[in-house]
Each structure stands twice: as structure tokens, then as C-alpha cells.
């Protein structure tokens, strides 16, 4: 297809944030529908970021014959469900993460793909950024030896109780908005294949979990050290560390130009190389999306693979804080 006509579940900040300016850097796609629950919502969104048409309710974006893809920026309980309608309706789908909440929920979700044979995405821009392509480059080349801990980190003050982010029975939380970041990245450098060694949770009266930290052992002798929170100063991190050497990157889940990856190699002088860039937030993945749907590129990072192991992980993290009695307030 030359233009990819886009459809949007809801008005959320990212949507109109990163998700549209992204849309309109990279070409080769439009938003043609916004769906909202209330229709005047909608209408004025449309209004003002010049999309053509607007919906009261999300069905009609997914029944539209006119609609390629759909972008679910929806509260985290909607996501699974949204996804399932839309991949069943033949659209591509990039679904904000984490596109479930819960294991059992994630396996139904790509389930449906599978079967489908449909193209859906999590929205994890960082995968495709040349940030990760370069530290997967450097693991890859060997350049620090066999990786023996990766410590991720993301720490992101929200203290608005008004905001879905905060609310337990949306899903929110610091582990599934923040925390999926540095899971993600650890399996993308580990696997799947894990133990939780101990997990810890603190949690308000309303079970919303304010922070959580992790070890988690990888087959292969790698551990990972977690931690996500909402109560802490603005700082997202990765440390890579192997037999020979460690990568430090100060911006692992949305790279600015001034952030920086670190490579210190031991017996060698220190570099640094700075990939960041001032694109939008997504730019890198709608690139990718649309090459796949152009059918000049294979899909990467696909939900219908094992993206289920990021909620697997999320499971038992929440499992372990419970039972070692490190969740509760």
C-alpha cells in the first residue's frame, strides 16, 4: 500500500504527543480516523490535528473498510481486547505496552495473531532504534564477552492520582508502565528462559505498586537486576555488564541526542558514541511498520512470536513480591 491509513483508539497524551508527529516525519502514512467514547471529544481532536473523519466508539474505527492499521493508546485493561477486535478485523495494529496484563491475557492476545496471520506490534519504540541495534551489535561482535548481569533501570516520578497510570483498576502501576521498559530490554539481551531469585513490591492500600525491584537468573549464568518506580527523580538506564568489558546507556528506552552510550572495554580506552536523535518517539518503528506493510521488509518484534515473555516475567515478579511477603504496603 502507498499510504498506510491509520485509525486512533482514544485521545491520549500520546497520541497527539509522539504518536501523530511521528506519523508526520516519516511519511508514507496518515491518520484518517479518530475514535473516541464521546463523540465531541473526538470531533474537536479531529478538528484540531486535521484528521479526516471522527467516531463515538471504537468499533466503527475497527469495522471501517477504509482503516490499514489502528493505534491503541488505550488504558491498559482495553489493550488485549482492542487488539483481538482489530487483528480480527484484518487490520495491522501497534498497541501501546503492554498490550495485556497478565500472561493468560498475552497468550490469548497472540493466539489470535497467530491464527490471524496478521501483523501487530507492541509499542516499544526503542527496539527499533540504532541506539539497541548498536548495543546488540557490540553483544553480538563479542565486544565485552559473554554478558553476565544487565542492570535495568527505570525510575519515573508520577504523583497525579487523577491520571489512568495511577489508577490498579486500570492496570496501572509502576511495573506495567515503566517496568516492561527494562524487562523487554533484559529479554531481548537474555531470552526467555528465567528464574525470579527474590522481587519486592510497594504497594498503597489500593494495590497500585509505587515501585518494584527484581533479580531474575537467565539461562546462561546472566542476571538481572530491576527496579521501576514512580516515586523516584527521572532516570532510565541500562548497564551491560560482561566478562570483558560493560556498556553504560543513559537513554536505553527513548534516546535524545545528548544521551549517551558508554563502551568500556578492558585494556582499552573508553568510548563514547551518542545515536540519539531529535525525531519523535516512534519515528524508527513506524518506518519499520510500513516497510513491512509496503512488503519491502520482513516484520520484527512481532506480537505473534514470543512477546508473551515479558508479561511471563511481569507474572513472576508479582508471584515472588507476593509469596516472599515484599508486596504488600
Known amino acids: 500500500m502507498s499510504v498506510v491509513r491509520w485509525a486512533i483508539l482514544g485521545t491520549a497524551q500520546i497520541a497527539s504527543g509522539e504518536f501523530i508527529p511521528s506519523l508526520w516525519e516519516v511519511g508514507g502514512g496518515r491518520v484518517h480516523l479518530i475514535a473516541a467514547r464521546d463523540g465531541q471529544r473526538a470531533k474537536d481532536f479531529a478538528a484540531e490535528y486535521g484528521i479526516d473523519r471522527y467516531a463515538a466508539g471504537y468499533q466503527q474505527a475497527v469495522d471501517d473498510p477504509d482503516i490499514d492499521a489502528i493505534y491503541i493508546p488505550l488504558p491498559n485493561t482495553l489493550h488485549a481486547e482492542w487488539t483481538i477486535a482489530a487483528l480480527r478485523a484484518g487490520k495491522a495494529v501497534l498497541c501501546e505496552k503492554p498490550f495485556a496484563t497478565s500472561l493468560a491475557e498475552a497468550h490469548t492476545v497472540t493466539s489470535v495473531a497467530e491464527r490471524t496471520g496478521g501483523y501487530a506490534w507492541e509499542a516499544f519504540a526503542f527496539l527499533y532504534h540504532p541506539q539497541t541495534r548498536r548495543v546488540l551489535e557490540l553483544v553480538e561482535q563479542g565486544t565485552i564477552g559473554a554478558i553476565r548481569e544487565v542492570h535495568g533501570v527505570y525510575h519515573s516520578p508520577n504523583d497525579d492520582t487523577g491520571t489512568i497510570r495511577n489508577d490498579p483498576t486500570l492496570a496501572g502501576g509502576a511495573l506495567l508502565d515503566v517496568g516492561v521498559y527494562p524487562l523487554r530490554l533484559a529479554r531481548l539481551l537474555l531470552g526467555s528462559d528465567f528464574s525470579v531469585v527474590r522481587a519486592s513490591q510497594q504497594l498503597t492500600s489500593s494495590g497500585l505498586d509505587l515501585a518494584s525491584s527484581a533479580e531474575v537468573d537467565f539461562a546462561g549464568g546472566a542476571r538481572l537486576f530491576f527496579e521501576a518506580s514512580f516515586s523516584t527523580e527521572y532516570a532510565p538506564a541500562a548497564r551491560i555488564v560482561g566478562e570483558l568489558g560493560e556498556l553504560r546507556v543513559s537513554g536505553p528506552y527513548a534516546t535524545d541526542p545528548e544521551d549517551k552510550l558508554e ?27 510500513h516497510a513491512v506493510l509496503a512488503g519491502t521488509t520482513a516484520p520484527r518484534h512481532q506480537l505473534a512470536g514470543d512477546a508473551a515473555g515479558t508479561l511471563a516475567l511481569v507474572d513472576a515478579i508479582r508471584r515472588t513480591a507476593a509469596t516472599s511477603g515484599k508486596g504488600t504496603p
Not at 585494556?267 to 519499520?288: A, I, K, T, Y
Open 263 to 289: 563502551i568500556l572495554v578492558a585494556g582499552q580506552e573508553p568510548r563514547v558514541e551518542r545515536l540519539g536523535s531529535n525525531r519523535p518517539l516512534f519515528s524508527d518503528q513506524l518506518d519499520h511498520i
